[in-house]
């Protein structure tokens, strides 16, 4: 039996996956009249994505009870309903990460070591990487994370210290002076209203959508030179000017097979956009060539399903078959899959028109539609006028993986969103404090390590260059070396609001320091501070703010986290 008979109308339903209990037991949501419920727990999680899953491990395996909604039916976020397989620094394998996500890590290569026929080479692999992709030493399908995800949240959830709430979004909070009390959501399949309470309130969602509800102080978009002193920060501010967003696919290859898709209505407008940009783009989106993102001068792309390894036949160029793939055939015993798999998340398919954040129903249905439909152009082009290395027109054998994510249009059951409000914090974390450039001037020899500014109330660890997408106010890429750095517990304290924690790219970093505080490892340590965080708040029944500006609770805070598996410095560079 092919892969593709396994799984029909549901990702959950296949080799290896079972229903989550988490969707099995929707239906006790809500009593018989149909009437929303009321719910408490120690802590509230609005977002299950990596941040929000971080968060209710942490502290549901301490103790808490914990409830965390989810606006989609699977958690995960950019790793899964996204698509997007970890963009990671080079140490990962071992160190500079928390205990846990070392261990979310191995788990997905013995999710595939368990399950799946892996070819001998694949089987003695100490490092798996199921699709060699480019881009990440584990490129892997977004549902082996989904089921992962699960099998490490499940005890809690056995236990009853853990209660997950798939297709519920926020949509109301009361608030009591500087305390938000409770939260109002709604069931978006059936309509019903819910009500959770708290003593403690995270937002892992992938916009901050509950800083607007509770009146929690933000910021969207780019701030001045004025505001942050940061050198890259432009003149003036917009709240509008945001990174892209991308609608991630996966698709395959059959040779000698026809799978081209109906064209989009708006892929006449796609196929000959160029993007309004400054410095400006390399020509049309949907191209072979994009603007390298640290020089910004044309470089040319390839792209060839049937290269093995590297660039495409007869080009030194980046193929992109093979940038994120997340299945490689090669990795498993022959006949297990037709071709290997990719994930589309390219220049390509980077929607730069407009935003989905702070702007009415109407322009978001607007741009989430518009962003399908570059995704699908995208795909259309592909098979059907995208040049060849043999000199030919498209690739009629690239197939919709619809059964990647289990939707109708075969699109990401979320798009992958790079930039959130973000909290007005005690402490903002800028260009300046990481910047490559910047930072060498605080070390005298050119053979120096250089580290970034040394916070002192540091929750964990991170690396990433500064890599911010071009923008919907017309910015191209801005790309630059950044160094190791700390996640600041200024930074997750919101300047008002006493217990409201943020736990992703919400975060008090700016439009330029959030490129690479956003990246799944650090959104996972930036989770896994905010869950031991609130509960250490509640069981010492003091303020996260007092926690940070008290040396002795700071101190006994972050040996806390260090005994929790969460390495608080670079120590291991040294």
């Known amino acids: 039996m092919k892969r593709r008979d396994f799984i029909k109308n549901s990702a959950y339903t296949g080799i290896g996956l079972a229903v989550p209990s988490y969707l099995s037991s929707c239906s006790n949501l809500f009593d018989q009249a149909g009437r929303g419920r009321e719910y408490k727990a120690d802590i509230i999680i609005i977002g299950g994505g990596l941040g929000g899953c971080a968060a209710a491990l942490s502290a ?7 409830i965390m909604t989810e606006p989609t039916d699977w958690i995960g976020g950019q790793v899964s309903q996204q ?15 928390t205990e846990n996500y070392a261990r979310f890590r191995s788990l997905i290569r013995d999710y595939y070591r368990n399950n799946y026929r892996l070819s001998n080479t694949a089987l003695q692999s100490e490092y798996l990487n199921p699709g060699n992709g480019m881009v990440s030493r584990l490129c892997h399908e977004p549902m082996v994370a989904l089921a992962v995800l699960q099998s490490m949240l499940e005890p809690f959830i056995a236990s009853g210290h853990l209660r997950i709430f798939p297709n519920t979004k926020p949509t109301e909070a009361f608030v009591d002076a500087d305390r938000v009390r409770s939260v109002s959501c709604i069931n978006v399949e059936l309509g019903n209203n819910l ?5 403690m309130f995270i937002d892992a969602s992938e916009e901050g959508d509950l800083l607007p509800l509770t009146g929690t102080e933000y910021v969207l978009g780019v701030e001045s030179r004025l505001q942050t002193g940061e050198p890259h920060a432009p003149e003036k501010a917009d709240p509008g000017n945001i990174q892209a967003l991308t609608w991630c696919f996966a698709m395959d290859h059959l040779e000698g097979e026809d799978h081209t898709i109906e064209k989009p209505v708006n892929y006449d407008f796609w196929k000959n956009h160029i993007p309004d940009l400054m410095p400006e783009w390399s020509g049309k989106l949907l191209s072979l060539n994009y603007s390298n993102p640290r020089t910004l001068e044309t470089r040319a ?6 290269a093995k390894t590297g660039p495409a036949p007869d080009t030194p160029a980046l193929n992109l078959w093979l940038y994120r793939r997340i299945i490689d055939k090669n990795n498993f015993e022959s006949g297990s899959f037709e071709s290997d798999i990719t994930l589309v998340n390219w220049p390509q398919n980077d929607y730069m028109l407009g935003n989905i954040t702070d702007v ?3 322009v978001r249905d607007k741009n989430l539609k518009q962003a399908k439909q570059l ?9 059907t006028e995208v040049p060849r290395p043999d000199g030919k027109q498209g690739w009629k054998g690239l197939r919709l993986r619809k059964d990647m994510f289990g939707t109708d249009d075969g699109l990401a059951k979320y798009p992958y969103i790079r930039e959130s409000r973000r909290i007005k914090a005690e402490f903002t974390v800028r260009e300046q404090h990481l910047s490559l450039e910047e930072r060498k001037k605080a070390y005298p020899n050119d053979d120096d390590l250089v580290l970034a500014t040394p916070f002192h109330d540091s929750v964990g660890i991170g690396y990433y260059h500064l890599d911010l997408h071009p923008s919907t106010g017309g910015d191209n890429y801005i790309d630059m070396a950044s160094v190791p750095f700390r996640i600041p517990l200024g930074a997750m304290i919101p300047r008002r609001m006493e217990n409201i924690i943020p736990a992703c790219k919400n975060i008090g970093t700016t439009h ?10 650090v959104e996972w340590s930036i989770g896994e501070a905010a869950g031991h965080l609130c509960l250490y708040s509640i069981r010492k029944k003091i303020r996260p703010r007092d926690i940070r500006n008290n040396s002795k609770e700071l101190s006994e805070f972050q040996s806390h986290l260090m005994g929790n598996g969460i390495e608080l410095e670079w120590s291991k560079l040294k």
């Not at 698509?83 to 990460?97: C, K, L, T």
């Not at 792309?301 to 049937?306: E, H, N, Y």
């Not at 995704?375 to 082009?381: E, N, Q, T």
């Open 60 to 66: 549901s395996k301490q103790g808490a009870s914990v």
């Open 83 to 97: 698509g997007v397989p970890p963009d990671e620094h080079q140490w990962i394998e071992s160190f500079g990460r």
């Open 360 to 362: 009415s129903d109407k």
């Open 195 to 199: 009500v959770f309470n708290g003593d």
């Open 301 to 306: 792309l390839s792209f060839a399903p049937t």
């Open 512 to 521: 330029i320091s959030n490129g690479c505080y956003r990246l799944h490892p």
């Open 375 to 383: 995704s699908l152009s995208l795909l259309y082009w592909l098979q």
